[in-house]
């Protein structure tokens, strides 16, 4: 199968990135619904519980060693392992890997095969190309601006990651929604929320809505880039829980903006839609609880 369409400077990044993405993998699937210790790294999001296994740790280990192998003059920045900048003080040529190697950890230990592995490359303006490969069910979703694609395979540990990068090949896209009023609207939990304003916000969003499902962390996302949900709202947001999946929704013709319709790219609170109208409708409602 040919190459998929993307900026011709990006290819060899994107052959790259397939290869984190197995390297991952192999870690990963290896103690998926596995007997496996939970540690907690302290409080999040008014929670006291904010899990890391052995499986988030070790992802992110072996993505590492490959990039500092590959580009030993990219900076890193990861959930498990902070930021490594190994490029210029300017951000003239300056190339950022942004890992999450299990967003959805909770889903990882609870055995739901809904969490997924991140990767973006940021060029120092913002990220151009991201990666979420959900290994278990053998799906991943990839974009950049000139399209996004689902790439499906069949998972194995044994396997050699670079062959994972086209079987299957399909562009993805998001579909019309006017309005609220006929959205599929998802969040990862209704509890993350910080404060009375932003939940009062986000449940007026979902009382206009015409379905909400709750639950999905990154998968939700791919969800609205494939057609089959319309709208994604988050609160509290690190850039890697979000900057893999900008290129993805955007590439599909989507749009990806904070509450207050600025760039999502540090994370925060985070409005994912796949149609201007209804990103525009929820937007009107939520930055009223952030301005």
């Not at 000139?146 to 044994?158: E, I, K």
């Not at 790219?265 to 930055?287: C, K, M, N, T, Y």
Request: with cysteine; net charge negative; aromatic share 8%.
């Amino acid at each position: 199968m040919s190459d998929p369409i993307i900026k011709p400077e990006l290819t060899e990044y994107l052959t790259f990135m397939h290869q984190l993405a197995g390297a991952a993998a192999k870690e990963t699937l290896t103690l998926f619904r596995q007997p496996i210790d939970v540690d907690n790294k302290g409080s999040k999001m008014d929670q006291n519980f904010d899990p890391v296994t052995a499986a988030d740790r070790n992802a992110e280990a072996a993505m590492r060693a490959l990039i500092q192998t590959r580009y030993p003059g990219h900076d890193i920045i990861g959930e498990e392992g902070g930021q490594e900048q190994n490029g210029p003080e300017s951000w003239v040529d300056r190339w950022q890997w942004v890992l999450d190697p299990i967003d959805g950890t909770r889903a990882f230990i609870s055995g739901i095969p809904l969490w997924g592995t991140l990767i973006a490359l940021n060029d120092g303006n913002g990220p151009v190309l991201g990666m979420m490969d959900q290994p278990y069910l053998g799906e991943r979703y990839f974009g950049n601006e000139y399209g996004s694609f689902l790439s499906r395979y069949s998972p194995d540990v044994s396997a050699d990651p670079a062959q994972t990068t086209g079987q299957n090949l399909k562009p993805i896209g998001v579909r019309p929604c006017p309005s609220l009023a006929q959205a599929t609207l998802s969040t990862t939990d209704p509890t993350f929320f910080p404060d009375q304003n932003q939940i009062t916000a986000f449940e007026t969003v979902a009382a206009k809505s015409k379905l909400v499902r709750n639950g999905y962390d990154c998968y939700a996302y791919c969800m609205v880039a494939m057609g089959q949900m319309d709208l994604v709202i988050e609160s509290g947001l690190a850039p890697y829980d979000i900057q893999a999946l900008i290129p993805i929704i955007e590439g599909a013709g989507g749009i990806v903006t904070n509450w207050t319709g600025g760039s999502p790219d540090q994370g925060g609170h985070v409005i994912a839609a796949g149609d201007p109208r209804v990103h525009a409708e929820a937007l009107d409602i939520l930055q009223k609880a952030v301005s």
